[in-house]
């Protein structure tokens, strides 16, 4: 089955700095990949996706980038606030989108 | 339109006792999911339905049960809770593009 693996696992960042989070899959069947955001002693929520016929991805200040060849995707957020402090997963679906498989988490830090 | 409703929102168990975990979905999806919350292990899925009267097994289904008898309903069955089932419990609903709705989660304790 598929496995997602996700680094770092915490990630420390000055306000206005750039944050990436990586993501590697093992299924090349895989064709949809979510990025989801998890506030402390909330529910995770759909920031963004990307399917795999296409490459890159923008939503204001976040962007995700998808590299089918070598399997893996990435999260990129510029000029990072305070408020993005949160734990992000990233996960990938095959199967019609049935099911979604996650990484286990990274939780970013942004100091004032 | 509320989304996801899961309760109860916490619930203590003692060893071998059972309980249901109840999630309602008003978006009339077909997918619906339920994952477990561990610290540093992300969300693992525990059962899924494709639709109403439909179940499969996903990463972690050991000691847990499902059923989906309304479309609207997907209930979660521990028989005989284990301390090893402590977890942040979220169930999920889907239409089938992937875009998946999370409920507010459940904590529960065994002891």
């Known amino acids: 089955g598929e496995n997602v693996e996700q680094h770092p696992s915490t990630l420390s960042v000055q306000e206005g700095d750039s944050a990436v989070i990586k993501c590697t899959y093992s299924d090349s069947a895989s064709n949809y990949f979510p990025w989801y955001k998890q506030e402390l002693g909330k529910r995770p929520q759909l920031i963004i996706d990307?399917?795999?016929?296409?490459g890159e991805k923008k939503d204001q200040r976040i962007a995700v980038t998808l590299n089918k060849t070598a399997k893996h995707f990435s999260l990129h957020i510029t000029e990072t606030q305070p408020e993005d402090s949160a734990v992000y997963f990233c996960?990938?679906?095959?199967?019609?989108?049935?099911?979604?498989?996650f990484g286990t988490g990274t939780r970013l830090l942004v100091s004032p | 339109n509320a989304g996801v409703t899961q309760t109860p929102k916490f619930r203590v168990l003692k060893t071998g006792q059972s309980m249901t975990l109840l999630c309602a979905q008003d978006m009339n999806h077909e997918y619906m999911y339920w994952y477990r919350q561990d610290p540093g292990m992300g969300l693992r899925l525990i059962h899924y339905?494709?639709?109403?009267?439909?179940?499969a097994k996903g990463e972690v289904p050991d000691g847990y049960n499902v059923s989906r008898l309304k479309k609207q309903n997907f209930l979660l069955g521990l028989e005989s809770a284990a301390p090893s089932q402590t977890s942040v419990y979220f169930c999920?609903?889907?239409?089938?593009?992937?875009?998946?709705?999370f409920g507010n989660g459940t904590r529960l304790t065994v002891t």
């Open positions: 990307i399917r795999s016929n296409v």
């Open positions: 339905s494709v639709g109403e009267g439909t179940t």
């Open positions: 996960a990938a679906s095959n199967e019609g989108f049935q099911k979604l498989v």
């Open positions: 999920a609903s889907s239409s089938g593009t992937g875009k998946s709705h």
